[in-house]
């Protein structure tokens, strides 16, 4: 496995939520560690700047192609953290809808901040 691979595990203490988000070029190597860690298969298609599935009662798994600080980064975390929100969120009973997006953007808040912190101490 591809030595370059960075995980970060973010632990919700709200609704029990893991989600790891994987930064690797490599799709082939991301898929890897989705499978040993979650016994999931899934594919990742070349084209994509990153990728967001859930796998109920385990994780929500998030990968990023990479991560460099640039503007076009934080837009993919953001656009796949999002995703995200929505499959937790979702899965723990909390429906979107005009009249019910707080919950939603303070939680993808939540998440931007948890990742953006461990990021910055690796």
Request: charged residues 25%; contains cysteine; proline residues 2%.
């Amino acid at each position: 496995m591809n030595k370059k691979l960075r995980d970060y595990c973010l632990h919700d203490p709200i609704y029990g939520a893991h989600i790891i988000v994987i930064i690797n070029k490599d799709q082939d190597d991301a898929i890897k560690l989705f499978k040993q860690k979650y016994s999931e298969d899934i594919e990742i298609d070349t084209d994509m700047d990153g990728y967001t599935f859930m796998n109920p009662g385990k994780a929500t798994c998030v990968w990023l192609k990479k991560f460099n600080n640039t503007v076009e980064d934080y837009v993919t975390l953001v656009h796949e953290l999002h995703h995200a929100t929505g499959f937790i969120l979702n899965y723990n009973g909390v429906k979107f809808d005009t009249f019910n997006d707080e919950p939603f953007t303070y939680y993808l808040s939540f998440l931007v901040r948890e990742f953006l912190t461990m990021f910055k101490k690796k």
